[in-house]
């Protein structure tokens, strides 16, 4: 019954190196997200895609990049891993244009050390 | 700028009494919030909702309350379990838009 699926649960990577976090939902949702979570900091969004191909950015997009080549797949892209980017990563979808309901569904998470 | 916020980092609580979370917010267009369960390693969960035209949404043992002129919502937990030891978000919508906005976070403790 998974849902929201994070390619992996716990990564360690070295500075400066380029580092992808995957995820993908099977909910045919059009909106998907990547948010770190930080202690004392909450939930902070960083990218946001509304459908194939299209990005925002969040509220801290610095240090990051993403890519969505398909609806499914929602990829984040460390593009040179330093040690303040070692945080709890994660994803969500929804459908567009919420009106209640259970909002967001979230991934199990991936917890990357930057080291 | 933080349009959602919950002022208390932590709690503790003991076992079998009530647990009582705040969150507060800024702007006056959110018309339905939602409260988010988080365990560690693993993503956050929805937990309870409430539309803006409602004052209490009750389910089991989780009830929300709206106090749309303080810009106030509370999540009460009644009979607190240690099972309920998570951090839970807050979250507020404009429905019709896309976007959630969350709260920092409260860690809840029940102690057995």
């Known amino acids: 019954d998974v849902k929201v699926t994070q390619s992996s649960r716990y990564l360690v990577k070295r500075t400066g190196e380029k580092v992808f976090l995957e995820c993908v939902q099977d909910m045919d949702h059009e909106n998907m997200f990547w948010y770190r979570q930080d202690p004392g900091l909450g939930l902070r969004l960083i990218y946001f895609s509304y459908d194939v191909k299209m990005k925002e950015k969040g509220d801290i997009p610095e240090g990051y990049s993403v890519s969505r080549e398909k609806k499914e797949r929602f990829s984040l892209i460390l593009e040179s891993a330093s040690t303040n980017q070692t945080s709890m990563y994660l994803c969500?979808?929804?459908?567009?244009?919420?009106?209640?309901?259970?909002?967001?569904?979230f991934g199990s998470g991936t917890r990357l050390t930057v080291v | 700028d933080q349009q959602v916020k919950q002022n208390s980092p932590s709690l503790s609580v003991q076992e079998g009494r009530i647990s009582i979370l705040n969150c507060d917010y800024t702007n006056s267009m959110f018309d339905y919030f939602l409260w988010y369960k988080k365990y560690p390693a693993e993503g956050p969960t929805f937990l309870i909702s409430i539309s803006s035209i409602k004052d209490k949404n009750e389910d089991g043992r989780f009830t929300v309350f709206l106090n749309k002129s303080a810009k106030h919502l509370s999540l009460h937990i009644v009979p607190s379990q240690p099972g309920d030891s998570a951090v839970y978000f807050c979250a507020g919508l404009k429905t019709g838009a896309n976007n959630l906005f969350f709260g920092t976070g409260t860690r809840l403790t029940v102690i057995p």
């Open positions: 969500a979808s929804s459908i567009p244009l919420l009106t209640g309901g259970d909002g967001y569904t």
